[in-house]
């Protein structure tokens, strides 16, 4: 791969998903990278223990894979949506753009969540020049986080039955198992939340949830990874690995400016 000064450097390994032409879209997995440990390798968390310089690297490679500058922010389950403007440390040494669970940009600029078992979901309009990456966990569902990202962006200039969504690697309800209280409380809101894990028990599925808010909010096509974190050893998975702990992989997207390089 060939970062965006045109150093030859090692890429990260990403799954990457259409969203249209001119966009750059796709989830980290968690190799490729330089951490190391329980971190190791493509851990794209600063809060959790890593060495911050080895994180930045690791943000550095996704940055040249996506092709722009990425945006981050601190993710609180909340449903506050943030504008990236591209760039991923400020004058001061800022390492994000503020508390939010959804990073919108124009294009030009990039945007990424991070996630270890929470749904991360990848928002285009190429041809408008939007992009949106959010991060939906439990509470974020309850709260309407997605929903809240589509309104940003229709305000924005987006054509609603023009963007196209992914929903990525997430817990999957047969293995996301809560009280049947919250169950109860997350389906009286969205009823597709609903699940049991394999051994009968209540359970969220979040993918499944975050999905049908998607089409609820008008989004003119929905396609998901059917992939479970915990499942699937290629990410990072708090739920599988909180004990002895674990990084975190992202979605990132972009929308490549007229006559701009991306590095693949």
């Known amino acids: 791969m060939t970062s965006s000064d045109g150093r030859h450097v090692q890429g990260p390994d990403v799954l990457a998903v259409d969203l249209g032409p001119g966009v750059r ?25 890593d060495d911050p310089d080895a994180v930045r690297a690791n943000r550095a ?5 996506v092709g722009a500058p990425v945006g981050w922010a601190n ?14 440390r400020d004058a001061a040494g800022r390492d994000s753009l503020g ?43 309850e709260l309407g986080v997605v929903a809240a990202a589509v309104a940003a962006l229709v305000g924005a200039g987006a054509r609603p039955e023009r963007l196209r969504a992914h929903v990525g690697p997430a817990v999957c309800g047969r293995c996301y198992e809560v009280p049947e209280q919250m169950r109860d409380e997350v389906a009286a809101r969205v009823p597709q939340a609903w699940a049991v894990t394999r051994q009968g028990t209540p359970a969220l599925d979040l993918p499944a949830a975050v999905a049908a808010q998607l089409a609820a909010a ?6 998901r990874t059917d992939v479970c ?11 599988r690995d909180g004990a002895s702990g674990t990084g975190r992989f992202a979605g990132v997207v972009a929308h490549r400016a007229p006559g701009s390089r991306t590095a693949g």
Do not use: I
Request: with cysteine; proline share 1%.
């Open 218 to 223: 008008g989004v003119g096509r929905v396609d």
């Open 61 to 65: 490679r996704v940055r040249d894979w």
């Open 229 to 239: 974190t915990v499942e699937d050893a290629r990410f990072y998975s708090h739920r």
């Open 25 to 49: 879209a796709g989830f980290t997995l968690r190799t490729g990278g330089v951490s190391r440990g329980v971190h190791a390798s493509l851990n794209l968390g600063l809060h959790v223990g």
């Open 75 to 88: 993710q609180v389950h909340g449903r506050s949506v943030v504008w990236s403007d591209g760039a991923e």
């Open 99 to 141: 508390d939010a669970d959804a990073v919108l940009a124009r294009s030009g600029h990039g945007a990424g969540v991070m996630v270890a078992d929470c749904v991360p979901v990848l928002l285009a309009a190429a041809g408008d020049g939007l992009v949106a990456a959010v991060h939906a966990g439990r509470r974020g569902v």
